[in-house]
Antibody
Protein backbone atom coordinates (compact mmCIF):
# COMPACT_ATOMS: atom_id res chain seq x y z
CA UNK A 1 0.00 0.00 0.00
CA UNK A 2 1.11 3.54 -0.68
CA UNK A 3 2.64 5.27 2.34
CA UNK A 4 4.30 8.63 2.85
CA UNK A 5 6.17 8.90 6.15
CA UNK A 6 7.48 12.30 7.19
CA UNK A 7 10.20 13.30 9.60
CA UNK A 8 9.46 14.48 13.12
CA UNK A 9 8.56 17.84 14.59
CA UNK A 10 11.13 20.64 14.56
CA UNK A 11 11.66 23.78 16.60
CA UNK A 12 13.73 26.49 14.94
CA UNK A 13 14.77 30.04 15.68
CA UNK A 14 13.92 32.92 13.34
CA UNK A 15 16.42 33.13 10.51
CA UNK A 16 17.30 29.43 10.64
CA UNK A 17 16.52 26.75 8.05
CA UNK A 18 14.53 23.55 8.28
CA UNK A 19 14.58 20.44 6.09
CA UNK A 20 11.61 18.08 6.19
CA UNK A 21 11.72 14.61 4.65
CA UNK A 22 8.99 12.46 3.13
CA UNK A 23 9.76 8.78 2.50
CA UNK A 24 7.53 7.08 -0.05
CA UNK A 25 6.76 3.39 -0.37
CA UNK A 26 4.31 1.15 -2.18
CA UNK A 27 4.79 2.58 -5.68
CA UNK A 28 7.49 3.46 -8.19
CA UNK A 29 8.79 6.72 -6.70
CA UNK A 30 10.44 8.01 -9.87
CA UNK A 31 7.25 7.79 -11.93
CA UNK A 32 5.40 10.52 -10.03
CA UNK A 33 5.78 13.89 -8.35
CA UNK A 34 5.45 15.17 -4.82
CA UNK A 35 3.72 18.35 -3.74
CA UNK A 36 4.28 20.11 -0.43
CA UNK A 37 1.39 21.81 1.34
CA UNK A 38 1.46 23.68 4.64
CA UNK A 39 -1.14 24.69 7.18
CA UNK A 40 -0.58 27.40 9.77
CA UNK A 41 -2.37 26.91 13.12
CA UNK A 42 -6.11 27.33 12.67
CA UNK A 43 -5.67 28.29 9.01
CA UNK A 44 -6.30 26.76 5.61
CA UNK A 45 -4.12 24.76 3.23
CA UNK A 46 -1.38 26.50 1.26
CA UNK A 47 0.35 24.83 -1.69
CA UNK A 48 4.11 25.40 -1.53
CA UNK A 49 5.43 23.68 -4.60
CA UNK A 50 5.95 20.48 -6.55
CA UNK A 51 8.88 18.35 -7.62
CA UNK A 52 9.08 15.63 -10.24
CA UNK A 53 10.77 12.56 -8.81
CA UNK A 54 11.50 11.53 -12.40
CA UNK A 55 13.75 14.43 -13.43
CA UNK A 56 13.88 16.81 -10.46
CA UNK A 57 11.92 19.57 -12.18
CA UNK A 58 10.36 21.93 -9.67
CA UNK A 59 7.58 24.50 -9.55
CA UNK A 60 7.34 26.74 -6.49
CA UNK A 61 4.67 29.07 -5.19
CA UNK A 62 5.57 32.64 -6.06
CA UNK A 63 5.55 33.83 -2.44
CA UNK A 64 8.17 31.25 -1.42
CA UNK A 65 10.52 31.65 -4.41
CA UNK A 66 14.06 32.12 -3.18
CA UNK A 67 13.42 30.62 0.27
CA UNK A 68 12.31 27.08 -0.58
CA UNK A 69 14.14 24.21 -2.24
CA UNK A 70 12.62 20.82 -2.99
CA UNK A 71 14.79 17.82 -3.80
CA UNK A 72 14.54 14.07 -4.05
CA UNK A 73 16.82 11.12 -3.32
CA UNK A 74 15.70 8.39 -5.69
CA UNK A 75 17.98 5.81 -4.02
CA UNK A 76 15.84 6.02 -0.87
CA UNK A 77 12.52 7.16 -2.43
CA UNK A 78 12.61 10.25 -0.26
CA UNK A 79 11.57 13.81 -1.01
CA UNK A 80 12.87 16.80 0.90
CA UNK A 81 11.62 20.33 1.44
CA UNK A 82 14.04 22.93 2.78
CA UNK A 83 12.79 26.33 3.90
CA UNK A 84 15.32 29.06 4.75
CA UNK A 85 15.24 32.39 6.60
CA UNK A 86 12.43 31.13 8.80
CA UNK A 87 9.96 33.61 10.27
CA UNK A 88 7.29 33.18 12.93
CA UNK A 89 4.61 32.99 10.24
CA UNK A 90 6.30 29.88 8.84
CA UNK A 91 5.06 28.02 11.92
CA UNK A 92 2.82 25.36 10.42
CA UNK A 93 2.21 21.70 9.78
CA UNK A 94 3.96 20.73 6.56
CA UNK A 95 2.50 17.91 4.45
CA UNK A 96 3.84 16.03 1.46
CA UNK A 97 1.41 14.49 -1.03
CA UNK A 98 2.07 12.12 -3.93
CA UNK A 99 0.86 12.34 -7.52
CA UNK A 100 0.52 8.54 -7.56
CA UNK A 101 -2.71 7.40 -9.21
CA UNK A 102 -3.80 11.00 -9.80
CA UNK A 103 -2.79 14.18 -11.57
CA UNK A 104 -3.12 17.44 -9.70
CA UNK A 105 -5.27 16.14 -6.85
CA UNK A 106 -4.04 14.00 -3.98
CA UNK A 107 -5.19 10.69 -2.58
CA UNK A 108 -2.01 10.05 -0.63
CA UNK A 109 -0.64 12.36 2.05
CA UNK A 110 2.06 12.20 4.66
CA UNK A 111 1.11 12.47 8.31
CA UNK A 112 2.40 16.04 8.56
CA UNK A 113 5.40 17.60 10.28
CA UNK A 114 4.97 20.46 12.74
CA UNK A 115 7.60 23.16 12.35
CA UNK A 116 7.60 25.77 15.09
CA UNK A 117 9.57 28.98 14.62
CA UNK A 118 10.17 30.75 17.90
CA UNK A 119 12.89 32.73 19.57
CA UNK B 1 -2.73 32.88 -9.71
CA UNK B 2 -6.22 31.41 -9.62
CA UNK B 3 -8.01 32.44 -6.42
CA UNK B 4 -10.50 29.99 -4.92
CA UNK B 5 -13.22 31.42 -2.68
CA UNK B 6 -15.36 29.17 -0.48
CA UNK B 7 -18.64 30.06 1.18
CA UNK B 8 -19.88 30.11 3.79
CA UNK B 9 -16.92 30.08 6.15
CA UNK B 10 -19.00 28.18 8.70
CA UNK B 11 -22.12 26.11 8.14
CA UNK B 12 -24.25 24.99 11.10
CA UNK B 13 -26.29 21.91 10.26
CA UNK B 14 -28.24 19.35 12.25
CA UNK B 15 -27.45 15.64 11.82
CA UNK B 16 -29.54 14.15 9.02
CA UNK B 17 -29.91 17.47 7.20
CA UNK B 18 -28.42 18.42 3.83
CA UNK B 19 -25.32 20.59 3.62
CA UNK B 20 -24.44 22.62 0.53
CA UNK B 21 -20.95 24.11 0.24
CA UNK B 22 -19.85 26.50 -2.50
CA UNK B 23 -16.52 27.15 -4.19
CA UNK B 24 -15.85 29.85 -6.77
CA UNK B 25 -12.78 30.23 -8.99
CA UNK B 26 -11.47 33.61 -10.13
CA UNK B 27 -11.19 32.20 -13.68
CA UNK B 28 -12.35 29.04 -15.35
CA UNK B 29 -10.76 25.81 -14.09
CA UNK B 30 -12.93 23.61 -16.34
CA UNK B 31 -13.70 20.48 -14.27
CA UNK B 32 -10.26 20.37 -12.67
CA UNK B 33 -11.59 20.74 -9.15
CA UNK B 34 -11.17 18.53 -6.10
CA UNK B 35 -12.77 18.52 -2.65
CA UNK B 36 -11.14 17.39 0.57
CA UNK B 37 -12.34 16.75 4.10
CA UNK B 38 -10.06 17.50 7.03
CA UNK B 39 -10.55 16.62 10.68
CA UNK B 40 -8.43 18.03 13.52
CA UNK B 41 -4.94 16.58 13.67
CA UNK B 42 -5.36 14.69 10.38
CA UNK B 43 -4.17 15.14 6.83
CA UNK B 44 -6.78 16.10 4.22
CA UNK B 45 -8.82 13.25 2.75
CA UNK B 46 -9.74 13.31 -0.94
CA UNK B 47 -13.52 13.20 -1.46
CA UNK B 48 -14.16 14.34 -5.04
CA UNK B 49 -12.03 14.94 -8.14
CA UNK B 50 -12.93 16.03 -11.65
CA UNK B 51 -15.60 18.19 -9.94
CA UNK B 52 -18.01 15.26 -9.59
CA UNK B 53 -16.21 11.90 -9.33
CA UNK B 54 -16.18 10.35 -5.87
CA UNK B 55 -12.85 8.99 -4.74
CA UNK B 56 -12.56 5.34 -3.77
CA UNK B 57 -14.43 4.51 -0.58
CA UNK B 58 -16.30 7.81 -0.33
CA UNK B 59 -19.99 7.35 0.60
CA UNK B 60 -22.66 8.20 -1.94
CA UNK B 61 -24.06 10.95 0.32
CA UNK B 62 -21.16 13.11 -0.91
CA UNK B 63 -21.67 14.60 -4.36
CA UNK B 64 -19.96 17.31 -6.36
CA UNK B 65 -21.19 19.43 -9.24
CA UNK B 66 -20.24 22.42 -11.34
CA UNK B 67 -17.73 23.46 -13.96
CA UNK B 68 -15.94 26.59 -15.05
CA UNK B 69 -15.98 28.90 -12.05
CA UNK B 70 -18.84 27.68 -9.83
CA UNK B 71 -18.78 24.42 -7.88
CA UNK B 72 -20.84 22.79 -5.17
CA UNK B 73 -20.24 19.99 -2.68
CA UNK B 74 -23.43 18.49 -1.28
CA UNK B 75 -23.68 16.16 1.69
CA UNK B 76 -27.18 14.74 1.42
CA UNK B 77 -27.72 13.63 5.02
CA UNK B 78 -25.07 14.66 7.51
CA UNK B 79 -23.66 11.94 9.73
CA UNK B 80 -21.74 12.63 12.93
CA UNK B 81 -18.45 11.77 11.23
CA UNK B 82 -19.03 14.42 8.54
CA UNK B 83 -18.52 17.39 10.86
CA UNK B 84 -15.17 18.70 9.66
CA UNK B 85 -13.56 21.35 7.47
CA UNK B 86 -13.92 21.05 3.70
CA UNK B 87 -11.55 22.50 1.12
CA UNK B 88 -11.80 22.88 -2.62
CA UNK B 89 -8.65 22.84 -4.77
CA UNK B 90 -8.12 23.67 -8.42
CA UNK B 91 -5.60 21.81 -10.54
CA UNK B 92 -6.31 23.36 -13.92
CA UNK B 93 -2.93 25.11 -13.70
CA UNK B 94 -1.12 21.98 -12.50
CA UNK B 95 1.50 21.86 -11.04
CA UNK B 96 0.50 25.30 -9.74
CA UNK B 97 -2.34 24.49 -7.35
CA UNK B 98 -4.54 26.62 -5.14
CA UNK B 99 -6.89 25.81 -2.30
CA UNK B 100 -9.98 27.60 -1.09
CA UNK B 101 -10.07 28.99 2.42
CA UNK B 102 -12.27 26.18 3.71
CA UNK B 103 -15.80 25.72 5.07
CA UNK B 104 -16.26 24.40 8.59
CA UNK B 105 -19.35 22.23 8.95
CA UNK B 106 -20.42 22.26 12.58
CA UNK B 107 -23.24 20.73 14.57
CA UNK B 108 -26.26 22.98 14.94
Amino acid sequence: QVQLVQSGAEVKKPGASVKVSCKASGYTFTSYGISWVRQAPGQGLEWMGWISAYNGNTNYAQKLQGRVTMTTDTSTSTAYMELRSLRSDDTAVYYCASDYDSSGYYRYWGQGTLVTVSS
Amino acid sequence: EIVMTQSPATLSVSPGERATLSCRASQSVSSNLAWYQQKPGQAPRLLIYGASTRATGIPARFSGSGSGTEFTLTISSLQSEDFAVYYCQQYNNWPQLTFGGGTKVEIK
